[in-house]
């Protein structure tokens, strides 16, 4: 069913599900032992309902389908697991051991290039705090 959509829905489905991912690991500070699936998915709901327009445009008949939210359900998994498993750029990495040295603060784990630029904007924004 997802495979019928039109690609500029799909490619606008995928950017959906790494936003809300993305916001959503950013408000837990990406602990992972403050993940709750549970909790992404009513950020997922209360995005699809109410930011993605893209949403708004689906049919109501596609919308009540149960097999079209299993694909979509099945799709975010798919979406999760690849964001998670790309690795940080070398950029990335020097961008956060720079940031790190000049805060003077102990180096940290992170595993993945959208857990490393969440890192890079909180030291950034730490570096910019201090120097005012």
């Known amino acids: 069913m997802l495979k019928q959509l039109p690609h500029r829905m ?3 489905m995928t950017l959906s599900i790494k936003k809300v991912f993305e916001r959503y690991m950013a408000s837990i500070g990406w602990d992972e032992t403050q993940y709750d699936a549970a909790k992404l998915m ?16 689906l049919d109501d008949a596609i919308k009540a389908n149960p ?3 299993e694909q979509l359900a099945d799709r975010i998994n798919e979406i999760i697991d690849q964001l998670v498993n ?3 750029t070398d950029e990335q990495i020097a961008e956060i051991n720079r940031l790190v040295e000049r805060l ?8 993945c290039k959208l857990e490393a ?3 890079i904007e909180r030291l950034q924004h730490e ?6």
């Open 10 to 12: 799909k490619m606008n």
């Open 42 to 57: 009513e950020e997922w709901r209360h995005y699809l309902y109410n930011e993605a327009a893209w949403f708004a445009e």
């Open 67 to 69: 097999q079209f939210h």
């Open 86 to 88: 790309e690795p940080p």
């Open 104 to 111: 003077g603060i102990d180096d940290f784990p992170y595993g």
């Open 117 to 119: 630029k969440y890192h």
């Open 127 to 132: 570096l910019k705090k201090k120097k005012s």
